[in-house]
């Protein structure tokens, strides 16, 4: 089994910045890709960024703003957050599986437990 811990959510300003970070244990061989995803009260999970053996990838929504990145496969996963906004306040959750197409989809084999993000105007 994968295990997944986030941490690094808290209360933040408009405007400002937090880097949340996720980190993975257990049996991770062969886990190679990494997702962020963000769901707010009464809102569907929404993908946010995921990194692929590296290469990192973010959606439309957070592109600009937002930054994921992995040192090396045994280090964990950040998300850098800038310029944050009161729409972005939400549960964050990291997950991931084998390949990006189940992260991509929302369906990935592991999750962890979220950590909160609240943006204040």
């Known amino acids: 089994q994968v295990q997944l811990v986030e941490s690094g959510g808290g209360s933040v300003k408009a405007g400002g910045s937090l880097r949340i970070s996720c980190v993975l244990s257990g049996y991770t061989v062969g886990v190679n890709c990494v997702g962020w995803f963000r769901q707010a009260p009464g809102e569907e999970r929404e993908g946010v960024a995921r990194i692929y053996f590296g290469s990192p990838y973010v959606f439309d929504s957070w592109k600009g703003r937002f930054t994921i990145s992995q040192d090396n496969a045994k280090s964990p996963v950040y998300l850098q957050m800038d310029s944050l906004k009161p729409e972005d306040t939400g549960m964050y959750y990291c997950?991931?599986?084998?390949?990006?197409?189940?992260?991509?989809?929302?369906?990935?084999?592991?999750w962890g437990q979220g950590t909160q993000v609240t943006v204040s105007s």
């Open positions: 997950a991931a599986d084998k390949t990006c197409r189940t992260v991509a989809a929302g369906t990935p084999k592991y």
